[in-house]
């Protein structure tokens, strides 16, 4: 996939908007690529001591379990912003700039709970459906916390 012209990679993400654009690209772009990253962490070579990958395009729970089951390092890269969320940052994706007013934390906290369990609940589903498909267990934290 070529992630500089992402409308010709995936035709039908021009139908989504707001919200449903958040979660497409979510769920296209993060999630569904999960499988095939899992997959070669797995084939690493034990000749290799390394394998590499993104790790936006790596569900944070299947990294571990990839290298434990690949005896081998896994590097984690990032080129884009790391997506955790606190009290002072609104949730990712959201475009609002970070606050730490006594109000910007109560809208952090707030908004962090609307999207972790309503906005990206079938985001949520999907990543633990995929952890399933690979014999693993489900995500330990949410998809953009450090909780």
Request: net charge positive; with cysteine; aromatic share 4%.
């Amino acid at each position: 996939m070529d992630d500089r012209d992402l409308d010709t990679a995936f035709p039908d993400r021009g139908k989504h908007k707001g919200i449903a654009s958040l979660r497409y690209d979510i769920l296209k772009l993060f999630i569904a690529p999960g499988r095939h990253q899992y997959r070669a962490c797995n084939s690493c070579s034990p000749m290799s001591s390394r394998c590499s990958a993104e790790r936006l395009r790596v569900c944070r729970d299947t990294a571990p379990a990839a290298q434990r089951r690949a005896a081998t390092t896994l590097i984690s890269l990032g080129v884009l912003p790391l997506t955790l969320s606190s009290v002072d940052t609104a949730p990712y994706g959201l475009g609002l700039p970070p606050s730490s007013s006594a109000l910007g934390r109560l809208r952090n906290r707030t908004l962090n709970i609307l999207v972790q369990q309503v906005i990206l609940r079938a985001i949520r589903q999907a990543a633990d459906q995929l952890l399933a498909d690979l014999g693993l267990g489900p995500l330990v934290c949410s998809l953009s916390t450090s909780r």
